[in-house]
């Protein structure tokens, strides 16, 4: 116990801190400046001076750490002098154009000199002139304004891990700057402007259409893109979204976001939202009543069940949507239709590999939490850059290599490459012998620890030694022992799972011997999440093996229970997933489907077969926010509100239940209301007055979310397994196949994920497509020397599906093997040019192995 | 994108060796870089950033902080002349205005026919026998107009 006293109160502390630290832990403000509690402490403004007895001089009170009977005092005329003249420093250079500048009222420097500054200046000279930088799309630099604080560099270096900006020239020509001078090269997750004291670095966003006074409300909610769930606050003013901060202490993301968080608000308000509901007729859509379009979705859907029966029809859900969303619609599909031919996109590879995953070590495995990573001293990355798919994961890395952890990565991971990384680059096809032999090294290194005697089995299988698969992979033998090595020393491991494992050829093979891995050395299982509601989508129960609270449909006690529940009888089979659906509407066997909040078309691979199999249905029902390429095809098209405009819940990859709430207004209802208006037209009513009643039957029927309330997951206690009744010890044979040999040589196409985009939402994000714009091929500059590419030269990529044209961008990261385009922009979409099979254990695509040619089809723009 | 000559190359990877991180090894790994080019330009900076793995923001920011670091190209030949305080009192400030009005070099600047660049020092450790200037890597002190001229003859 430390006691210390700060003007004259005597203030006990349980833990060294700093004064600063024990002095607002009293409620004693002390100025600040350069100070930031997420930033490392820095000590150059001077302005936290505090006197303390027995020490000569003034102290900087936000490094000084407390020493037991230390006495302090905070307000002394001395100060208050010493105050004085550094604000008055501080505005020698300052413009004081605050009635200009966004940034007043939340200005730490307009406060710091109101409180304590002089109010006429003795400088007489001219002040520094720089012009405002507009060359950025999303970010202004104002460097009149900077007072050198150096908060947003050591937020860019030391917590984003990104080092984009630094403190350019010295003395009083110093100023902040990217590399360029002007447009940014960098992560754009606005973290320098979140910390920025005053406004010299500033969102554009919002530029000169609000005071922070007029902010009406703070909402709190989710961020709507990946499967992070940062926590968000949305400021709002005349009803719409002015701009997105984060919130210090918020568990996943503490104060961060990344920029599809907090630029990629934009969609919300989009012009080309749908707001009416809209009917084909004679091919061509014409606008609708809501009466008239539930109506005739509720006709057609009922006449193809009595016609076809509950089996010829199907629907899509969305990870996009609320889990009260997605829970009313699977109700909707089972108990309404009487048909499980319901999924969704998690189909492509979350919900295979959670499966796998958990029939090897029980339910919730992959459930850990995100904040732990950066406790764990070593990482392993496997199949893809979390810092793209998952950013604020990606940030938990960086944390834990700048903690001292060892990060190691089976291929090259870009947004690790400044957190030196060991790194094993086998060539893109040998990565499954490289895995087998980090395995058996492992086994004869450490042993079998015998708690799972099942995947022993299975382990014990597996043989390859190091010698000959250095030769075959190209490695040298030592950097391998020195990985195995380091793997085998880990003490609080964590591996981190990424797409381009689960969607690989042998994907399930390779992912059992990341299983084994992490079962050899005790780690913690994390497999990356592309979508906000991915793992709630499953856990709703939609897809066709499982009820909701993620509860196997081929147990006859669990569907007794939701029979009972729903006072209904329940298809004992399991339905079609998503792949099988395409399949039977093609074949005509599937004669009507309902999609909420997904776009097939251009999210499942195989553009042309989708459609082709869209267009054989007799009635097709799309609900979205945005005319999609799949909303096109359909008969009837029903506009919903999206996030930002409702309230409820998500799941995100911890399997957190957090809340999502309504920041703007707009006519219309949630997707879940919809849902069940149709329902009731066809005489099964779904009584729920708002999203809250939706959640408190989840609560009732699902076994795991047993007895939540939204208050609880206000307070963001929801973790994983609740309070409810994890399932454990469904245990399926843990199968090895290893599906399709990996083909040799050639030229594939890969996907591109970009940090700024998703897809649907962060297209009709204007912010993010003016960071990111359009479609590019990512090629390796060797590669492209040899097809005589340079670098913006438009390029044809094709493959035996189809082709787009694109501009190249040589990128050293790239694999030689492989030219990279990814999913975001219409009619630029790379999975619809894949024609993939399917991995015959995940049952996900597999999208490496599809040959790809490239030429030249046009020069670079000079 | 410019390159750097291979024995560059080999100088910057030797020097990285011999420092515990990359960062370390900025400093000289910079100075060899303008050695190559004269001064530092975005490009080489770039170069700089790829050979040692230390961002390019960081290596530029660097960059700018130290004087003998150039980030603007040169003439062919700098001058390096002291203005400060023996200096000064000795005339330092006469031979600034001898350079502008003969040779037409400012401060800071360089001669229309790219000749000469002038930078001005703060003592550069010659205080007895100021004024004291360099030129390029070799030193000169006792300055006069006169022997100005004279010394400015031998760059060319
Ligand atoms: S936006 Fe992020 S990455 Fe870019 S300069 Fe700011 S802190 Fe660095
Ligand atoms: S730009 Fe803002 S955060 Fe960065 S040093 Fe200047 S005042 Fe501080
Ligand atoms: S990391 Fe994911 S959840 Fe967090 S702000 Fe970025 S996109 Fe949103
Ligand atoms: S806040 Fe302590 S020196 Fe800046
Ligand atoms: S003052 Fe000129 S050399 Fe010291």
């Given at each position: 116990m430390i006691t210390i006293t700060i003007n004259g109160k005597e203030i006990k502390l349980e833990k060294a801190m700093t004064v600063l630290e024990a002095a607002r832990s009293a409620g004693i403000k002390i100025p600040t400046l350069c100070y930031h509690e997420q930033l490392e402490k820095y000590g150059g403004c001077r302005l936290c001076l505090v006197e303390v007895e027995k020490m000569p001089r003034l102290q900087t009170s936000c490094t000084l750490m407390v020493t037991d009977g230390m006495v302090v005092r905070t307000e002394t005329e001395a100060i208050a002098d010493v105050r004085r003249g550094i604000l008055e420093f501080l505005l020698i250079n300052h413009p004081l154009d605050c009635p200009y500048c966004d940034k007043a009222g939340e200005c730490e420097l307009q406060d710091l000199v109101e409180k304590?500054?002089?109010?006429?200046?003795?400088f007489r000279e001219k002040k520094r002139k720089v012009t405002e930088n507009l060359q950025d799309p999303v970010i202004v630099r104002n460097m009149e304004r900077c007072v050198m604080c150096t908060r947003c560099t050591r937020m860019c270096e030391g917590v984003q891990g990104a080092s984009a900006i630094a403190v350019i020239s010295r003395g009083g020509h110093s100023h902040i700057e990217p590399f360029s001078g002007n447009r940014y090269d960098c992560e754009y997750c606005g973290n320098c402007v979140s910390v920025c004291p005053v406004g010299a670095i500033m969102s554009r966003l919002h530029r000169h259409s609000y005071r922070p006074w007029q902010v009406k409300e703070n909402i709190e909610t989710t961020c709507p893109y990946c499967g992070v769930g940062c926590t968000l606050v949305a400021q709002v003013r005349d009803d719409v979204i002015k701009r997105v901060v984060p919130k210090i202490g918020s568990p996943v993301n503490n104060g961060m976001l990344c920029s599809r968080g907090r630029f990629g608000y934009e969609f919300v308000g989009h012009k080309e939202r749908l707001t009416v509901p809209l009917i084909k007729k004679a091919g061509v859509f014409e606008e609708a009543t809501w009466e008239e379009a539930i109506g005739l979705v509720a006709k057609r859907l009922g006449e193809a069940r009595d016609k076809h029966g509950s089996g010829a029809i199907a629907g899509i859900a969305s990870p996009r949507c609320t889990n009260e969303d997605n829970y009313v619609f699977q109700k909707f599909m089972r108990v309404t239709l009487g048909t499980n031919n319901i999924d969704s996109t998690a189909r492509m590879g979350y919900a295979g590999a959670q499966a796998f995953i958990e029939n090897i070590f029980g339910q919730g495995a992959t459930g850990n939490i995100i904040s732990g990573l950066s406790n764990s001293d070593t990482v392993l990355v496997i199949g893809g850059d979390p810092t793209t798919v998952n950013p604020i994961l990606g940030l938990q890395i960086r944390a834990c290599s700048r903690r001292g952890g060892t990060i190691l990565t089976v291929g090259h991971v870009p947004g690790l490459q400044h957190f030196t990384p060991m790194e094993l680059k086998p060539g893109r096809r040998q990565e499954t012998l490289l895995l087998e032999c980090v395995v058996t090294a492992l086994v004869s290194r450490k042993g079998l620890p015998g708690s799972n005697q099942r995947l022993e089995e299975k382990i014990k299988v597996v043989n390859a030694d190091i010698a000959t698969v250095a030769g075959q992979c190209g490695l040298h033998e030592k950097e391998m022992t020195d990985f195995i090595d380091s793997l085998a020393g880990a003490g609080t491991p964590a591996v981190v799972i990424g797409k381009e494992l689960v969607q690989a050829c042998n994907s399930g093979y390779r992912l059992f011997l990341a299983c084994a891995i992490s079962y050899l050395i005790n780690g913690r299982i994390y497999l990356l999440c592309d979508h906000a509601n991915e793992q709630g989508v499953l856990d709703m129960g939609c897809a066709p093996d499982l009820l909701p609270g993620y509860r196997p449909l081929s147990y006859a006690e669990f569907r007794k229970r939701y029979e009972t529940a729903w006072k209904t009888t329940l298809p004992e089979k399991n339905g079609l997933n998503i792949f099988d659906m395409i399949a039977a509407a093609g074949s005509g066997a599937l004669k009507a489907m309902y999609v909420m909040g997904e776009n097939p078309v251009f999210n499942l691979p195989d553009s042309k077969t989708t459609v082709a199999a869209l267009q054989k249905l007799e009635f097709l029902v799309v609900q979205d926010i945005f005319m999609t390429e799949t909303a096109r095809l359909a008969d009837v098209v029903l506009p919903a509100l999206s996030w930002g405009e409702k309230y409820g819940t998500f799941t995100n990859m911890e399997r957190r239940i957090q809340r999502v709430r309504k920041t703007v207004g707009r006519e219309g209802m949630e997707d879940w209301r919809i849902v069940a208006e149709i329902s009731k037209h066809m005489s099964v009513r779904m009584h729920y007055a708002d999203s809250g009643s939706v959640f408190e039957e989840i609560t009732k029927v699902s076994p795991l979310h047993r007895d939540l309330t939204y208050d609880e997951i206000a307070e963001g206690a929801t973790i994983y397994p609740y309070k409810g009744e994890p399932l454990r010890g469904a245990t399926e044979e843990i199968r090895t196949d290893r599906g399709m040999t990996c083909p040799e040589g050639g030229l594939f196409l890969g996907i591109d994920r970009p940090l700024f985009h998703s897809g649907t939402l962060s297209r009709m994000s204007p912010a993010l497509g003016k960071i990111c714009p359009d479609a590019v091929l990512r090629i390796n500059p060797e590669t492209a020397a040899t097809l005589l590419v340079a670098d913006g030269d438009i390029v044809r990529v094709s493959t035996a599906t189809g082709s787009l044209e694109l501009p190249a961008v040589l990128d050293k990261h790239a694999d030689r093997s492989v030219v990279l385009v990814s999913n975001i922009f219409e009619g630029r979409g790379v999975l619809g040019l894949m024609a993939a099979a399917l991995d015959p254990v995940l049952g996900s695509p597999v999208l490496d192995t599809i040959p790809a040619t490239v030429e030249r089809v046009g020069k670079a723009k000079v | 994108m410019i390159t750097f000559s291979q024995t560059t190359i080999k100088e910057i990877e030797e020097i990285r060796r011999k420092y515990p991180t990359s960062r370390a090894a900025l400093l000289p790994a910079l100075y060899v870089a303008q050695r190559e080019f004269g001064w530092l330009s975005p490009e080489a900076y770039t170069a700089v950033s790829d050979l040692l793995g230390v961002p390019e923001a960081i290596a530029r920011g660097v960059g700018t902080f130290y004087a003998m670091y150039r980030n603007k190209p040169l003439g062919r030949h700098v001058v390096q002349l002291c203005t400060n305080v023996s200096c000064m009192i000795l005339g330092a400030e006469r031979l600034v205005d001898f350079l502008k009005n003969k040779y037409g070099l400012e401060p800071g600047g360089t001669t229309a026919d790219g000749r000469f660049s002038l930078v001005i020092m703060e003592c550069i450790g010659a205080c007895g026998t100021a004024p004291a200037m360099l030129v390029n890597d070799d030193f000169y002190e006792n300055l006069t107009e006169k022997y100005i001229d004279e010394i400015l003859e031998k760059y060319r």
């Open positions: 304590y500054g002089p109010t006429t200046s003795r | -």
